[in-house]
């Protein structure tokens, strides 16, 4: 349903938009499919889209239990992947312990 939602929106405001920089655009598929450009620009990246996996959805587990994980940022995932992965990873850890010296057992994903 979301892409057709996008579809819709893009449709009806085809006409009226404003194309945002790059660094507010970089998605997964930039990663893996054109590592030259990401690898140039990858420095001023400040959203990136984690449009073809979730790091956080790929685990059926506790995810408080596997920060510690030696290998949690390269759960199957190709090369090229890892690297915005563990930006995403060290996000969270960051929030984690953020949560847990305010007393907070678990955070909700």
């Known amino acids: 349903m979301g892409a057709l939602t996008q579809g819709l929106l893009n449709w009806y405001f085809k006409h009226n938009i404003t194309t945002l920089p790059r660094i507010y655009n970089f ?3 930039m990663a893996s499919n054109h590592r030259a ?3 140039v620009a990858k420095s001023d990246a400040r959203v990136v889209h984690y449009t ?11 995810m408080l239990a596997v920060v510690d994980h030696p290998a949690r940022k390269s759960w199957g995932v190709s090369e090229d992947l890892q690297e915005p992965l563990s930006w995403w990873w060290d996000m969270y850890d960051s929030m984690v312990s953020t949560l847990i010296s305010k007393g907070v057992s678990q955070p909700e994903m």
């Open 37 to 39: 450009l990401w690898n």
């Open 27 to 29: 998605n997964l598929v």
């Open 52 to 62: 073809t996996y979730k790091p956080g959805e790929s685990r059926g587990e506790d």
